[in-house]
């Protein structure tokens, strides 16, 4: 039932926006007053209701599952149609395994360095194009569609940057950038975990005067 009422609800917002642009025959301030009148609106609470996720359950997400939010992730706003990410998904327990040795051994005075994961059943990592200089701000725009649909398909997530420090600062962790065969002239930069959330941590909040309109 969540995910119809995304879906339609996102399906009712690409309506308006697309009438809108076509015709002017939609009322943008009658049709947000009505939005706000009924207090419901299903992609701001999808945003609003997503939290990252650091404990998982070991139940696989299926490949149908990520297929759809990887969809959802390649089709992120970017800079001159460029895409300027490569994507490599890893969600066999045997190579996350791997990938985990690696890391460990490649830091003896860190023990169990490989819960930077946090565990995660699926771990994407993303990396830039170096060739092109908003390809970091691609991959945030990528990585956060990712999420939210993952959010709206009942699978959690989390972003993480730690793991990017570990693997590309370590010369011992080069075999695990050689498993993920990201092209030459790319950069890995992000992961994204996901996985059925095994937590529900309350929202954090947010400080609002850091957002100001300029008169």
Do not use: H
Request: with cysteine; charged share 20%.
């Amino acid at each position: 039932m969540k995910i119809v009422k995304t879906f339609l609800g996102c399906l009712s917002l690409a309506a308006m926006v697309s009438c809108g642009n076509a015709t002017q025959s939609v009322d943008n301030e009658t049709t947000n007053d009505t939005v706000m009148a009924e207090g419901s609106n299903a992609v701001i609470e999808n945003i609003m209701a997503r939290r990252s996720i650091r404990q998982y359950k070991s139940d696989a997400v299926s490949r149908e599952v990520l297929d759809q939010i990887m969809e959802c992730g390649i089709n992120a706003p970017n800079g001159q149609n460029r895409q300027s990410w490569e994507v490599r998904v890893v969600d066999n327990p045997q190579v996350m395994s791997e990938i985990n040795a690696t890391l460990d051994a490649a830091y003896p005075d860190m023990p169990n360095v490989s819960s930077c994961f946090r565990g995660a059943p699926v771990m994407v990592f993303i990396a830039r194009d170096l060739g092109y200089d908003f390809s970091a701000y691609d991959c945030g725009l990528m990585a956060e569609n990712m999420m939210l649909s993952a959010q709206s398909l009942g699978v959690g997530s989390i972003c993480l940057g730690s793991p990017v420090r570990f693997i590309n600062d370590n010369p011992q962790c080069a075999p695990i950038l050689e498993r993920l065969g990201f092209s030459e002239g790319y950069q890995f930069c992000l992961c994204v975990g996901l996985g059925y959330a095994n937590e529900a941590p309350e929202a954090k909040p947010r400080d609002k005067a850091k957002v100001k309109y300029v008169e």
